[in-house]
C-alpha cells in the first residue's frame, strides 16, 4: 500500500497484490521464494563483508605496469644486482613505498604498522623489517644521480633525442624556519 494526498485528503493504494489468505496464494507464494533462498543467503553473506578487510589491488596493478613501462623495474634491478649482500629485494621495498605514496601517503612507520597488511601480498612486501624501509632510501639516495641518467635515457631513440623541458617534482619538499625578528 501507498498513502498520497488527493485534495486535502489522504487516500491509499494498493501497489502489489499477493493474494488473499483464503486463496492459497500464500502458499505458492512460499514455495516461489524457497526456490531462490540459496540467493537470498548469498546476500545475507555479502552484508557481512566489510571493504575494511579487503586487499588494496587495482591501483597496485597499475603502478606495477606503469615501473615496467617507464624503466623503473629495470633500473632497480640494475641497482639490486650491485649489492649481493643485500638482505632484501629492493625493488619490491622501492615498490611498496611507491604503492603507499599514490594510495596511501602515509610516513614509513604508518606504511609499515598499518598499510603493508591492506596491500595485495602478490605484488609487495609483506614480511619486511622497517629497516629494509629506511635503507632502501639511502640506497635510492647513494645512486640519485645514476638512476636519473637512466631514467633520462630510458626509451630514447635517435629520433626523440632533443630534449626542451624536463619538469621536477617538488611536491615532498618543504622549508622550515623560525623567526628571530620578535
Known amino acids: 500500500m501507498e498513502s ?4 486535502g485528503k489522504v487516500k491509499q493504494r494498493i501497489l502489489l497484490s499477493l493474494g ?8 505458492q507464494l512460499a514455495e516461489a521464494i524457497s526456490k531462490h533462498t540459496d540467493k537470498i543467503s548469498v546476500f545475507n553473506m555479502a552484508k557481512d563483508v566489510d571493504v575494511n578487510d579487503t586487499y ?20 632497480l634491478s640494475i641497482l639490486q644486482s650491485k649489492y649481493e649482500k643485500l638482505q632484501f629485494n629492493l625493488k619490491k621495498i622501492i615498490f611498496t613505498q611507491l604503492c603507499s605514496r599514490f594510495v596511501k601517503p602515509v610516513s614509513k612507520l604508518s606504511l609499515y604498522d598499518n598499510w603493508l597488511g591492506r596491500m595485495y601480498p602478490g605484488l609487495v612486501e609483506h614480511d619486511i623489517a622497517i629497516q629494509h624501509l629506511y635503507r632502501s632510501l639511502d640506497l635510492l639516495s647513494e645512486h640519485k644521480e645514476e638512476i636519473e641518467r637512466y631514467l633520462f635515457s630510458y626509451g ?3 629520433f626523440d633525442i632533443h630534449v626542451d623541458v624536463v619538469l ?13 625578528d620578535t
Open 4 to 7: 498520497y494526498r488527493d485534495q
Open 56 to 75: 588494496v589491488l587495482g591501483p597496485l596493478l597499475v603502478l606495477e605496469r606503469l615501473m615496467t613501462e617507464l624503466g623503473l623495474s629495470g633500473c
Open 156 to 158: 630514447k631513440n635517435l
Open 20 to 27: 488473499r489468505v483464503d486463496d492459497g496464494k500464500v502458499e
Open 168 to 180: 621536477y617534482d617538488l611536491t615532498t619538499l618543504r622549508f622550515e624556519s623560525t623567526r628571530t
